[in-house]
Structure formats: C-alpha cells, structure tokens
C-alpha cells in the first residue's frame, strides 16, 4: 500500500498545473498574434521565410510610399504649367491681344503692356510653386530658393537668361 499525502501530492500538482498554464498561454499568444511561432528557435525555416517576406514588405511599402509622393509632385508641376497656359492662352493673352489689335495708338498699348507684364510675372510666381518646402521646377536643389527670376527685365533660371 502506498501513502499519499498532500506534501507528496502538492509538488507534482503545481508542476503539471504551471505546464498546462504555459502551454494554455503559448496557445493564446500564437492565436492572438497569428503566427505559429513565438521564437526563431521553435521553426527557423518558417521564421527565415517569415523575416524575408516582412522585409520585402517593408520595400515595397517604401517604394509605393515613394511613388505616391512623387506623383503628388509631379501632379502639382502640371497644375502649375496648366494654370500658367490657361491664364496666358486662353484668358489675358487673347483678350490683350484683340484689344491691341482693335487700338493701335501709345494709349492702347500701355494697358496691353501692363496686362501682359502682370500675366508674366503672375506665371513666374505660378512657376515657382512649392510641393512641400521644395520648389518643384527646381531640379536637384530644390531648397536653395525660387528657380525663376526677372533680373534687369530678363527672366533667369538659377540666374542664367532663359532666351540664351
């Protein structure tokens, strides 16, 4: 006959009832967060596997994340050139033009000149449009200011004469 006593017993119990209470919690981790490992020691192959695809999702979630900001800019280069040959072509350069076709004299022109110089430097402020804190006609250095400038009645491109 064997004796059993609670000293005998108790050991035994806790060490079976810690086990099932770190398997029950392994368990809950693994459904929790949807993997089946918790370490790269339970299944190196699958946690190989499973780094190599996180990282591939990392680039490319950097890549689309790149592309969306440079259609942004892009986007916003041609709302500048859209605004820019809308306001030239097809509202004050046409009105200017029939204007000083149908009055030839110095008086005629004078508004003509004005209209036609507040439309150029209009386009040139619409030209130096910024996406951000860069300008987005500026090429590589974006930061260093306004690409476009009039400079002794010539417009300049990072100070070189547009029409040379």
């Known amino acids: 006959m064997i004796r059993v ?5 108790l050991p035994g119990y806790r060490s079976s009832l810690m086990r099932s209470t770190n398997n029950l919690n392994a368990a ?5 967060s949807q993997r089946n490992f918790n ?6 192959t699958a946690a190989t596997q499973a780094f190599k695809l996180r990282r591939s999702f990392s680039r490319v979630d950097d890549q689309l994340s790149n592309n969306k900001n440079l259609t942004k800019r892009y986007q916003s280069a041609w709302d500048a050139l859209s605004t820019v040959k809308s306001d030239l072509v097809e509202k004050e350069g046409k009105v200017s033009a029939l204007a000083a076709l149908s ?3 110095a008086s005629g022109r004078q508004p003509l000149a004005q209209v036609l110089k507040g439309a150029a430097e209009s386009s040139v402020q619409t030209m130096n449009a910024q ?3 860069e300008f987005v006609f500026a090429g590589n ?3 260093d200011g306004a690409p476009f400038a009039w400079e002794n009645g010539e417009l300049t491109y990072r100070g070189v004469k547009v029409d040379a």
Do not use: C, H, I, Q
């Open 141 to 143: 250095d974006s930061l």
């Open 5 to 9: 006593t609670t000293n005998g017993t």
């Open 131 to 133: 996406y951000g804190s």
């Open 103 to 105: 009055s030839p004299t």
């Open 28 to 32: 809950r981790d693994k459904v929790l």
């Open 39 to 44: 370490s790269f020691a339970e299944d190196p």
